[in-house]
């Protein structure tokens, strides 16, 4: 079983659409949780930080963990063809540093 | 947010030889990291690294990868006798904390022939 299984998509949807990206972890080890998001041929940029189960939110974006059922998504409010990358579900705490990443989800967000 | 340089931005080298990639990050940041991504799979981690020395390293990371931070400035990542399956993009990160956010750079293709 993967560590960090997340749907690569593609998911494709219009501007101003609301999106819902979803991972799932196996390991109950992990403590924090992150989101990123990756233009093509870029670095990987922090979206979302959290360590507990429940939301966060910042701007449009919402972060959302339940430890429970091991889940976490992350929602895009009004979605605009900027948000058009991949995102990246990560999990970390088992070690020092160490993230672990899930596949990518690709979305793109059409006029 | 701040800066981390990676250099070169795209490496081609001949199988067999050895290739080291360059990260600047900002001088207060202890903890660097660095990761891979082949083409078409997700990101991999490879490598911490804290006071000068390994934190913890993937299964990946073998004899044919060092890393080092050579004048408390520039972090690199050496492979000593790439390989085909080497070619990736090559991601290097920093924090402040072992816990904390991690910022990377743009990355460097490695592309070996």
């Known amino acids: 079983q993967k560590e960090v299984e997340q749907d690569p998509g593609p998911l494709s949807v219009p501007e101003g659409a609301i999106v819902s990206l979803n991972c799932t972890y196996s390991n109950s080890a992990f403590q924090y949780f992150m989101w990123y998001r990756q233009y093509s041929r870029k670095g990987p940029e922090l979206l979302m930080y959290?360590?507990?189960?429940g939301n966060k939110e910042d701007g449009r974006f919402t972060a959302q963990v339940d430890k429970s059922s091991k889940y976490i998504s992350l929602f895009i409010r009004d979605s605009q063809p900027s948000d058009s990358a991949t995102y990246l579900c990560l999990t970390g705490g088992t070690s020092y540093g160490k993230l672990t990443f899930g596949q990518g989800t690709i979305l793109t967000v059409h006029p | 947010e701040p800066e981390v340089t990676q250099t070169p931005s795209h490496q081609v080298t001949q199988m067999g030889q050895e290739v080291i990639l360059r990260c600047v990050p900002i001088?207060?940041?202890?903890?660097f990291y660095w990761y891979r991504q082949i083409l078409g799979q997700k990101v991999e981690f490879l490598v911490s690294?804290?006071?000068?020395?390994?934190?913890?390293k993937s299964e990946i990371f073998d004899d044919q990868f060092s890393v080092e931070r050579p004048d408390g400035s520039n972090f690199t990542l050496k492979i000593r006798s790439t390989k085909l399956e080497d070619s990736a993009m090559y991601f290097c990160a920093r924090s402040s904390g072992g816990r904390d956010t991690q910022y990377f750079g743009p990355g460097t293709r490695l592309t070996v022939l």
């Open positions: 001088s207060n940041h202890l903890y």
């Open positions: 690294f804290y006071n000068n020395e390994i934190s913890e």
């Open positions: 959290t360590y507990s189960s």
